[in-house]
């Protein structure tokens, strides 16, 4: 059985927020569901954070709720097959030869373009 200590020592994700209704920071744990703190300045909240981790994984400990392990690149090897329209398929590859790269560089600036698009858009709507 994984100990308290195990969890403790894994490379979690921390998310840190300002929290501009109420002043201070808000952090959580995203592979934690419901891992989540404030503070009144970055430095209490990464304290506030480090103690919730530890409440958080004792209590599921406790409790026998299984706990998610971070995640890494390493998990992913970068390819997945994708299903499309012969229409769409046609349109990516003239317009990638258009560009001059393969149909996966241009795929890849496609995604990319739209990922940092609705980045953007979530933190300012925030």
Request: aromatic share 10%; proline share 6%; glycine share 6%.
């Amino acid at each position: 059985m994984k100990t308290i200590d195990y969890y403790l020592n894994l490379p979690y994700k921390l998310e840190i927020v300002p929290d501009k209704d109420e002043g201070g920071y808000a952090a959580r744990y995203p592979e934690l569901p419901g891992c989540i703190t404030v503070g009144d300045t970055l430095e209490s909240v990464v304290k506030n954070a480090g103690d919730a981790k530890k409440e958080w994984i004792a209590a599921a400990l406790e409790e026998g709720v299984t706990i998610p392990e971070p995640t890494s690149y390493d998990d992913y090897s970068g390819q997945f097959k994708l299903r499309l329209p012969k229409s769409l398929h046609k349109l990516l590859a003239d317009k990638s030869k258009e560009e001059g790269v393969s149909m996966n560089q241009y795929c890849v600036y496609l995604l990319s373009m739209n990922n940092s698009s609705n980045l953007y858009k979530h933190r300012t709507i925030r």
